[in-house]
């Protein structure tokens, strides 16, 4: 690989931006595909396939065989509130293979013996996305139930397109929440991407059970790549 390509994968990399490196077994050639250019490419169809799996491989093509090598940020979740269940969402996320941080202003709650070993910022949203801002590869699940803390990160990761956006609350607290965010300038079209009640169907109870669902809910948006098909303007298959 030269070095001005490695160059741009870095830089690829830094942004926390997917990018594949296509190389032509035959002749040795390579070549940058960022996930931005990805329907422009003549190879669009298996360079999507790479980034939605996050695997690489070879790949026929009329010219012969390329090997692309899939480069992809690790994908993290962020709980607004640090509660019983983020608690119980912090190890389940990092055996799913997620990084995993927690923010939450609180320093009651937002303390090293409820959380031993996570990623805590005992911060407000705003504070703490100055440093470390949300991309698309970042799942965002508010769950404080505090519009003072949830409202700015949940405004933050709809206009950042997150590829998963949940928030906890009933329908009619999902119903005040709304308001709020067109009060904000949001459009109903961004809104309408937030899952809530957050979480999968499952009938979730209990705080361990709520964090299944929301697991559940994340690994599905990021596995079928929700905001891969927005940004190609495509509907998911289903």
Same mark, same amino acid.
């Given at each position: 690989?030269?070095?001005?390509?490695?160059?741009?994968?870095?830089?690829?990399?830094?942004?926390?931006?997917?990018?594949?490196?296509?190389?032509?077994?035959?002749?040795?050639?390579?070549?940058?595909?960022?996930?931005?250019?990805?329907?422009?490419?003549?190879?669009?169809?298996?360079?999507?396939?790479?980034?939605?799996?996050?695997?690489?491989?070879?790949?026929?093509?009329?010219?012969?065989?390329?090997?692309?090598?899939?480069?992809?940020?690790?994908?993290?979740?962020?709980?607004?509130?640090?509660?019983?269940?983020?608690? /119980?969402?912090? &190890?389940? *996320?990092? =055996?799913?293979?997620?990084?995993?941080? +927690?923010?939450?202003?609180?320093? @009651?709650?937002?303390?090293?013996?409820?959380?031993?070993?996570?990623?805590?910022?005992?911060?407000?949203?705003?504070?703490?996305?100055?440093?470390?801002?949300?991309?698309?590869?970042?799942?965002?699940?508010?769950?404080?139930?505090?519009?003072?803390?949830?409202?700015?990160?949940?405004?933050?990761?709809?206009?950042?397109?997150?590829?998963?956006?949940?928030?906890?609350?009933?329908?009619?607290?999902?119903?005040?929440?709304?308001?709020?965010?067109?009060? /904000?300038?949001? &459009?109903? *079209?961004? =809104?309408?991407?937030?899952?809530?009640? +957050?979480?999968?169907?499952?009938? @979730?109870?209990?705080?361990?059970?709520?964090?299944?669902?929301?697991?559940?809910?994340?690994?599905?948006?990021?596995?079928?790549?929700?905001?891969?098909?927005?940004?190609?303007?495509?509907?998911?298959?289903?």
């Amino acid at each position: 690989m030269d070095r001005a390509l490695l160059a741009a994968l870095n830089e690829e990399r830094a942004a926390r931006r997917a990018a594949v490196v296509v190389t032509e077994l035959a002749t040795g050639r390579h070549r940058l595909v960022r996930e931005a250019e990805v329907g422009a490419d003549p190879l669009a169809d298996a360079v999507e396939k790479a980034i939605r799996s996050g695997k690489s491989g070879i790949a026929q093509t009329e010219a012969g065989e390329v090997f692309l090598n899939a480069h992809l940020p690790p994908a993290r979740i962020v709980s607004i509130g640090a509660v019983h269940i983020s608690q /119980a969402l912090a &190890p389940m *996320a990092k =055996i799913a293979g997620f990084d995993f941080e +927690i923010i939450d202003p609180r320093t @009651a709650f937002a303390s090293e013996e409820r959380f031993p070993g996570a990623t805590l910022h005992a911060e407000w949203p705003e504070d703490v996305l100055k440093e470390r801002p949300f991309d698309a590869y970042t799942a965002v699940c508010v769950i404080t139930h505090d519009p003072k803390i949830d409202d700015f990160p949940l405004i933050s990761a709809l206009k950042t397109g997150c590829f998963y956006i949940g928030a906890l609350g009933s329908r009619k607290t999902h119903g005040k929440r709304v308001e709020r965010l067109k009060e /904000a300038g949001i &459009p109903q *079209a961004s =809104i309408d991407r937030i899952e809530a009640p +957050i979480g999968a169907d499952i009938g @979730a109870a209990t705080p361990g059970e709520i964090a299944v669902a929301i697991l559940a809910s994340v690994i599905e948006a990021f596995r079928k790549r929700k905001m891969f098909a927005d940004r190609r303007g495509e509907t998911e298959p289903q």
